[in-house]
C-alpha cells in the first residue's frame, strides 16, 4: 500500500491501531463520545439503550435503559458529571453516568429528537429535531430558552462553536445554517449542499465548519469568507458523522460505505482508510486530547482506536486549500476539491507494520485496558486466550463483563462510595443553583436601591 511522506510527519509514531471493541448494543450504535475525563466512552444504539463503558480495570459498564425508542444522539457535559441523551420517543434524559444511571427526563420536541450537544461552559444544552427546530435549554432546570426556527425538513444536527456564540446546523433541506446565540437569528445560510447534511463540527479555533453529507461528500466551510475551503470526495456512500482532532490538524468520518476515513487538512488530501466494521459506520468521535477516537456501527459494535500518527500539536489555523497535485476546481469557480488521494488503508485485521495478522476473537463486553501495565494485560491475555500469545490489543480487545476477583462486599462497599458521591455531586449542584439566584437577588437589590437614590436625589 502506498502512502506519501512529507516532512512534516517525521515525526509520526506508527498506524492507527484498534485498542478496544465493545459489544452490548442490540441494533445500531447511533452515537458515541468521550468523557472528558477519559475515564468513561459513552454510546447510544437503536436498541432504545445508553451504554457507558468505563475504563477503569474491571468495572463494569453500565446500561442505562428509560428512553422507550431509539437513542439517537448523545453528549457528555464539558465537567463530564451529566451525560445528555435524545430520543426518537421525543424526550431528552440528563443522566448521571454512574452505577445507579439516574436521570432527568424531559419532553423537548413535538418529534425525534436526533441531536444534543452542551456550551462549552455547561450551562446551555441545546438540542435538534425532526420538528424542523432546534431549541436551547439551561441545564440545571431543564427550562426553555429559545428556539432557532429556519430549517423546512427535518434538523440531523446542531453543535455549538467552541466561544459558545454560535451554532451551526444540518438538515434535509440540504443547508448549513449558522445562528447567532445573541439573538437568536440566523447569519448565514450555506445552500451548495447536493444532499442532505447528517452532521456538523466547528473547527477547534472556530474560523471553519465541517459538514457530513449524504451525497457522498465532506466540506469545509470558511466562516470568515462565508465560502468552500475543502471538499472531499472521498467515501463510497453517505458520510454520517464528522469530528476534529483537537489540533485541528485533521478530520474524522465515518460512512456508510463501512470505512473511517482522516483527511489531512493541511496537505489537504486523505490521509488513512480505517476498515473494521462490518456494514454502514454510523458515528465517529476523537476524544478530548485526541490520543483516542472511538467508532460505532450498525454492526452494533464499539470500537476504541489510538491515533498514533498525531504528535502533541498546537491547534492549527484554519486549513488551507489543498495543494494542486491533489485539486480540481469545483463546479468551475475557485473553490478547490480535494480529490481521492492515495491514503493509506489500515485494516483491524491486520498488525500496522506488517498487515498480515491472524483473525481476532474478542471476548464479550468488558472494562478497556487503558493504562494496564504490560504484566496485568498479559495476564488478562492468558486468561481470555490461553492458547494464543499474541499481541493484547489484537487477540484479546475485552475482559469478562463481571471479573470476580472482588469480593462481594468491597464491590457493594465500592458501589456504596459512588453513590454516596453521586449524591454529592448533585448537592454541589443545588447548592450552585441556590448561589445563582442569590447574586441575582442582590443584584435586583442594588439596582433597586440605585433606582430609588436616583429618585430621590431631584427631591433635595
Known amino acids: 500500500v502506498s502512502t506519501q511522506s512529507t516532512g512534516r510527519f517525521c515525526k509520526m509514531k506508527e498506524d492507527p ?10 441494533d445500531t450504535v447511533t452515537c458515541c463520545h468521550f468523557n472528558p475525563n477519559m475515564k468513561q466512552l459513552a454510546s447510544s444504539g437503536m436498541d432504545s439503550t445508553v451504554m457507558v463503558w468505563n475504563f477503569k480495570p474491571q468495572m463494569r459498564a453500565y446500561r442505562f435503559l428509560g428512553h422507550k425508542d431509539a437513542v439517537m444522539s448523545l453528549k457528555f457535559s464539558p465537567s463530564g458529571h451529566l451525560l445528555a441523551s435524545g430520543s426518537r420517543d421525543r424526550t431528552i434524559r440528563l443522566w448521571i453516568p454512574s452505577v445507579k444511571g ?20 455547561g450551562q446551555t444544552l441545546l438540542s435538534a429535531s425532526d420538528d424542523k427546530s432546534i431549541k436551547l435549554w439551561t ?45 437568536k437569528e440566523c447569519i448565514h ?26 451525497d457522498c461528500s465532506v466540506k469545509l466551510w470558511d466562516l470568515r469568507m462565508n465560502k468552500l475551503l475543502q471538499h472531499y470526495q472521498a467515501h463510497g456512500s453517505t458520510v454520517n458523522s464528522v469530528s476534529f482532532h483537537p489540533s485541528g490538524n485533521f478530520l474524522l468520518t465515518a460512512s456508510s460505505d463501512s470505512t473511517l476515513k482522516i483527511m489531512d487538512l493541511i496537505e489537504g488530501r486523505l490521509f488513512y482508510t480505517l476498515h ?13 486530547t485526541g490520543e483516542y477516537f472511538a467508532s460505532g456501527g450498525a454492526d452494533e459494535q464499539v470500537m476504541v482506536w489510538k491515533t498514533n500518527f498525531s504528535g502533541d500539536e498546537p491547534v492549527s489555523n484554519v486549513p488551507k486549500p489543498s495543494k494542486k497535485e491533489h485539486v480540481h476546481k469545483f463546479n468551475g469557480d475557485s473553490n478547490i476539491v480535494a480529490q ?19 483473525e481476532c476473537e474478542p471476548v464479550n463486553v468488558g472494562p478497556a485496558l487503558f493504562n494496564l501495565p504490560a504484566s496485568q494485560t498479559n495476564q488478562i491475555d492468558k486468561q481470555t486466550n490461553p492458547d494464543n500469545n499474541t499481541d493484547i490489543f489484537h487477540n484479546a480487545m475485552t475482559t ?8 462481594p462486599q468491597l464491590a457493594a462497599t465500592l458501589e456504596h462510595m459512588v453513590g454516596q458521591l453521586d449524591v454529592l455531586t448533585q448537592t454541589v449542584s443545588i447548592l450552585e443553583q441556590r448561589l445563582t439566584m442569590t447574586e441575582n437577588k442582590l443584584k435586583e437589590c442594588l439596582d433597586n436601591q440605585q433606582m430609588i437614590s436616583l429618585q430621590i436625589k431631584p427631591n433635595d
Open 17 to 26: 491501531t484498534l485498542e478496544r471493541h465493545f459489544k452490548g448494543h442490540k
Open 189 to 214: 445560510t450555506f445552500f451548495e449542499h447536493s444532499g442532505f447534511v447528517n452532521d456538523v463540527e466547528f473547527h477547534p479555533n472556530g474560523t471553519c465548519v465541517a459538514s457530513a453529507n449524504s
Open 400 to 407: 469478562p463483563l463481571e471479573p470476580q476477583s472482588i469480593p
Open 340 to 358: 481521492r488521494a492515495e491514503g493509506k488503508e489500515v485494516s483491524v485485521l491486520s498488525q500496522p507494520k506488517d498487515c498480515s495478522a491472524p
Open 276 to 288: 473494521g466494521h462490518k456494514g454502514p459506520a454510523t458515528a465517529a468521535a476523537f476524544s478530548s
Open 139 to 183: 441545564v440545571h432546570r431543564q427550562k426553555f430558552q429559545a428556539s432557532l426556527n429556519g430549517h423546512v425538513n427535518w434538523v440531523k444536527t446542531a453543535k455549538f462553536s467552541s466561544d459558545g456564540r454560535l451554532v451551526g446546523s444540518g438538515s434535509d433541506d440540504k443547508s448549513l445554517k449558522l445562528w447567532d446565540i445573541a439573538s
Open 102 to 121: 439516574e436521570s432527568t427526563v424531559f419532553k423537548a420536541h413535538t418529534n425525534t429528537v436526533r441531536c444534543v450537544d452542551f456550551s462549552a461552559d
